[in-house]
């Protein structure tokens, strides 16, 4: 599976659109993009996933570049409860999930 | 409730002993991951298995450490004489299908091993 380059943390005001990078460079033509957020050492979550266009759902939207070199996680109005860890994963559907070190968000009042 | 269930939540085991950390995936569910977490780190890939096979315990630790999944009854992770370095929290995972792209892993809510 490729490898994905996170930034360690990020901060977000409350209330307003929280933008997690996720570089894939790497990236193979079948493999998926996916989203887990893991909040203070609850099991992860899911949250979304993609392969070439962007995808919304109730919690997130994605967006995965022409290229599909990076995607883009957003939260549209982050509350302090999406505090927490995010792991942008890439695999082929019918390989494992290898987590990274994954970007710790924090909202902040 | 659908969950994932692992259990017991906290276990806290002496050095030498035994450790057994169960997990009874969702209704339907005929595959199970087990991960590992460190103290501050990232979730580790330990072994995936479906029912009485295991397909890849590549994360898995050479000794000490197996992993079984029955017909019947949960998924089981056993940790043999038990280290200091064995403290973690451990994850269950399960899925309906290895290659279904349309489901994530669901997860439980972990055991934290905690070794004295």
């Known amino acids: 599976d490729a490898k994905t380059t996170q930034p360690t943390s990020m901060d977000c005001a409350e209330g307003r659109a929280a933008n997690l990078p996720c570089n894939h460079s790497?990236?193979?033509?079948?493999?998926?993009v996916y989203w887990y957020r893991q909040i203070h050492s609850q099991g992860p979550q899911y949250i979304i996933h993609?392969?070439?266009n962007n995808e919304t759902n109730e919690m997130a939207s994605l967006i995965i570049t022409e290229d599909r070199k990076s995607s883009t996680l957003i939260l549209p109005h982050a509350t302090l409860r999406d505090t927490a860890v995010y792991y942008c994963?890439?695999?082929?559907?019918?390989?494992?999930?290898?987590f990274g070190a994954g970007t710790r968000l924090t909202v902040k009042p | 409730n659908a969950g994932v269930m692992q259990n017991p939540r906290h276990l806290v085991r002496r050095r030498g002993q035994e450790a057994r950390l169960r997990c009874s995936p969702m209704?339907?569910?005929?595959?199970v991951y087990w991960y590992r977490q460190l103290p501050e780190e990232g979730l580790k890939f330990m072994v995936y298995?479906?029912?009485?096979?295991?397909?890849?315990e590549s994360g898995m630790p050479k000794e000490r450490f197996s992993a079984e999944f029955p017909k019947e009854g949960p998924s089981i992770l056993r940790i043999q004489q038990v280290v200091r370095g064995d403290s973690a929290a451990y994850f269950c995972a399960s899925s309906n299908a290895r290659a279904s792209v349309n489901y994530g892993y669901t997860f439980g809510s972990g055991t934290r091993l905690t070794v004295v």
């Open positions: 298995l479906q029912k009485e096979n295991i397909i890849d």
């Open positions: 993609g392969l070439k």
């Open positions: 790497t990236i193979s033509g079948n493999e998926y």
């Open positions: 209704k339907g569910h005929s595959h």
């Open positions: 994963i890439v695999r082929v559907a019918d390989n494992d999930m290898r």
